[in-house]
Antibody, heavy 123, light 112 residues
Framework: EVQLVESGGGLVQPGGSLRLSCAAS????????MHWVRQAPGKGLVWVSR????????SYADSVKGRFTISRDNANNTLYLQMNSLRAEDTAVYYC????????????????WGQGTMVTVSS | DIVMTQSPDSLAVSLGERATINCKSS????????????LAWYQQKPGQPPKLLIY???TRDSGVPDRFSGSGSGTDFTLTISSLQAEDVAVYYC????????FGQGTKLEIK
């Protein structure tokens, strides 16, 4: 079964750090671009970051640039999001998502999503 | 950045009736070299992650019922549910993936 499972969320104080993980299974992880998308409570979907299939290219939303780092370990089929200098407005469910087509340029719809992990930034 | 704007914000439709959700992009999402619109539609039910319904503006993802259809071109797109079923109650999002991905604000679909 094709699956993505996020972990690492929790309660953190403003200014703190968290590292989210997304474990992939059921497909050739190293062939796909991957994304992080977040959703604040009761709000819409917001794209956060993406990484190409071999990890050599990344991009970020302006709201997290310089604070978040996306990375991947293709040997262990895992995607990461290192989040530093966290702010209250980073509070959200964080989803990892796979693009639809393997080996592409990354401009593609997201066909597989994890269940999400909740990050709460509060003192 | 491309801004996606959906209308309406919420919609109530009777069972068996047609539901139409609109999405407008601030720039064209048509890639001229392959004549494809880089536009997707997602369905999100409470407590669940989004589910891909439509990509390339009009191609249904595998397993999506044929009552869901996507249309449009350039900057204006539409998701149509031809005959609303109870299980279609959800929030629907459009997304462009022509450039850095962005989503519409969502449209909440309810039963009238």
């Amino acid at each position: 079964e094709v699956q993505l499972v996020e972990s690492g969320g929790g309660l953190v104080q403003p200014g703190g750090s968290l590292r989210l993980s997304c474990a992939a299974s059921g497909f050739t992880f190293s062939s796909y671009w991957m994304h992080w998308v977040r959703q604040a409570p009761g709000k819409g979907l917001v794209w956060v970051s993406r990484i190409n299939s071999d990890g050599s290219s990344t991009s970020y939303a302006d709201s997290v640039k310089g604070r978040f780092t996306i990375s991947r370990d293709n040997a262990n089929n895992t995607l990461y999001l290192q989040m530093n200098s966290l702010r209250a407005e980073d509070t959200a469910v964080y989803y990892c998502a796979r693009v639809r087509a393997a080996g592409g340029r990354g401009n593609d719809a997201f066909d597989i999503w994890g269940q999400g992990t909740m990050v709460t930034v509060s003192s | 950045d491309i801004v996606m704007t959906q209308s309406p914000d919420s919609l109530a439709v009777s069972l068996g009736e047609r539901a139409t959700i609109n999405c407008k992009s601030s720039l064209s999402v048509l890639y001229s070299s392959n004549n494809r619109h880089y536009l997707a539609w997602y369905q999100q039910k409470p407590g669940q992650p989004p589910k891909l319904l439509i990509y390339w503006a009009s191609t249904r993802d595998s397993g999506v019922p044929d009552r869901f259809s996507g249309s449009g071109s350039g900057t204006d797109f539409t998701l149509t549910i031809s005959s609303l079923q109870a299980e279609d109650v959800a929030v629907y999002y459009c997304q462009q993936y022509y450039s850095t991905p962005s989503f519409g604000q969502g449209t909440k679909l309810e039963i009238k």
